[in-house]
């Protein structure tokens, strides 16, 4: 492999692995904060006890997701060189603001947080962790306000073979931040939802415990479950019809769908030649893609054949076709994974409200494995979002392979995707760990007093 592939290997691995743990963080968060509130508004001890041993599992994933996200920012500087010199100018400017104002909100106010229970009235305890829920969100908003350049350029200039920012307004009411940012609010909150379910009817399924504790954490994942995993979906449906406009040859990709339709068909299930571009085995819903894409049986979706002509006339020779099967399976993933996320959490109401989730043992053994769907749908719709774009890594004005760095060898970046592949690999089974221990302890045991909630905390972390 050359350096380009390796480089883009190392990215890749390390991203997937990073974004493991900013989804948890930042829905996470939110349903510590509505469990503290709860507990100021009606002083109820076991909502403290819920606050204290989600919260120490908020803090262990937290700590990981630091600690993988440093990574990402050396290789802008070392293996993405050309490309950081290209965008430097734009893409500096919101990760600079996320490090100096959103991280620093976040990080201070989870600190105060983990030491101020005896120290802080609980008014003022609880608005800290408030401001790290905030804190957080706006860290994710930054990063994808970055991203977003990525995918649709806006408010710049190029000058002397660099992008310069011309609009910084123009950057942060960029069209795909305002599909995407959501779309990644509400993957957060349904990831958390389904960690707190299933860990929940893991302890219910075990009769171990305070039963009641367990009992109520899951009627409040419940219940994010169940808004969320809609509104994942309905936001979701508003960025792929944006796509359509501003990327319709990731459409065309992800629906391997080669030719220009007017209906447009959708695919249930495609086998595709992707070195002739043609179909080997399709099973497609007519005019169904033309629905979805623009509300109306007469929209065209674009087809491959079609717009790779069409970017040889504007950008020059080249491929601007990105893998297909990657794309287009990993679409499937990414939907197949929130479909089923829908049926379980209003399967999981439906029993609540019947009063039968315990008896219905068969589904309590389902519910912990039902964590993964969401690390399933997450993983799979940033591969789809980036592999997508390719051979673009600046959507219409610098390809990939002319942003990786022409100093550092094949040899260099072969011997760093080793050393932090094995790295996360280590770093992965100390998470599963830790989560694993303090997920299955006896919530009886968690800290009520204010002081050693401190120490159990501060120690998690």
Same mark, same amino acid.
């Given at each position: ?15 997937? !692995? ?5 989804? =948890? ?23 403290? /006890?819920?606050?204290?041993? +989600?919260? /120490? ?22 293996? +993405?060189?050309?490309? $950081? ?9 919101? =990760? ?10 976040? &990080? ?21 962790? +408030?401001?790290?829920?905030?804190? $957080? ?46 779309? %990644? ?33 899951? !009627? @409040?994942?419940? @219940?994010?479950?169940?808004? &969320? ?5 309905? %936001? ?23 030719? $220009? ?21 399709? @099973? ?30 504007? #950008?020059?020779?080249?491929? #601007? ?28 109401? %439906? =029993? %609540?409200? /019947? ?9 309590? +053994? ?8 969401? !690390? ?16 673009? @890594? ?56 204010? $002081? ?10």
């Amino acid at each position: 492999m050359d350096a380009l592939t390796l480089a883009r290997w190392q990215f890749g691995i390390t991203t997937v !692995y990073h974004f493991f743990f900013v989804p =948890l963080t930042l829905g996470l968060s939110l349903l510590v904060a509505i469990m503290e509130t709860a507990y100021v508004r009606t002083g109820n001890e076991q909502y403290k /006890r819920m606050t204290q041993f +989600w919260g /120490r599992l908020f803090l262990i994933n937290f700590a990981m997701g630091v600690v993988t996200g440093i990574v990402q920012e050396f290789q802008f500087g070392m293996n +993405w060189s050309s490309y $950081s010199r290209f965008v430097g100018d734009i893409f500096g400017a919101p =990760l600079a603001i996320e490090a100096l104002m959103a991280f620093f909100i976040e &990080s201070t106010f989870l600190g105060i947080w983990i030491f101020g229970w005896d120290k802080l009235s609980k008014r003022v305890h609880l608005l800290t962790i +408030w401001l790290v829920v905030i804190g $957080s969100n706006i860290s994710a908003l930054w990063i994808l306000i970055a991203n977003s350049f990525m995918q649709e350029p806006v408010g710049y200039t190029v000058r002397n073979g660099r992008a310069e920012m011309t609009n910084f307004f123009a950057l942060l009411t960029n069209p795909n931040v305002w599909v995407q940012f959501p779309h %990644v609010l509400m993957g957060g909150i349904v990831t958390a939802a389904f960690f707190v379910i299933g860990i929940c009817a893991y302890h219910l399924l075990r009769k171990n415990g305070d039963q009641e504790f367990f009992r109520r954490s899951l !009627y @409040i994942g419940m @219940i994010a479950a169940v808004i &969320s995993s809609f509104l994942v979906a309905i %936001v979701g449906h508003a960025q792929a019809q944006h796509m359509v406009q501003q990327q319709p040859m990731k459409m065309g990709a992800a629906e391997a769908l080669w030719d $220009s339709e007017q209906p447009a068909s959708f695919s249930i299930f495609t086998v595709g030649n992707e070195k002739d571009r043609k179909d080997v085995f399709a @099973i497609r819903i007519p005019d169904v893609l033309s629905i979805l894409s623009f509300n109306s049986i007469d929209g065209q979706v674009q087809g491959i054949n079609q717009l790779q002509a069409q970017y040889v006339k504007q #950008y020059g020779p080249g491929d #601007y076709v990105p893998p297909v099967w990657v794309t287009y399976w990993s679409f499937r993933l990414m939907v197949g994974a929130g479909v089923l996320m829908i049926l379980l959490s209003l399967i999981t109401l %439906v =029993l %609540v409200l /019947r009063r039968g989730l315990e008896k219905a043992r068969w589904f309590l +053994w389902i519910l912990p494995f039902a964590i993964a769907l969401p !690390y399933l749908a997450n993983t799979a719709g940033w591969v789809m979002t980036e592999i997508g774009r390719q051979p673009w @890594i600046v959507f219409g004005l610098l390809t990939t392979a002319k942003g990786v760095s022409p100093t550092v060898g094949a040899a260099s970046v072969l011997i760093s995707l080793i050393v932090f592949t094995l790295t996360y690999g280590v770093l992965m089974v100390a998470d599963v760990f830790l989560l694993l221990k303090y997920a299955q302890g006896d919530a009886k045991s968690e800290p009520e007093t204010g $002081s050693e909630g401190d120490i159990s905390l501060a120690g998690a972390y």
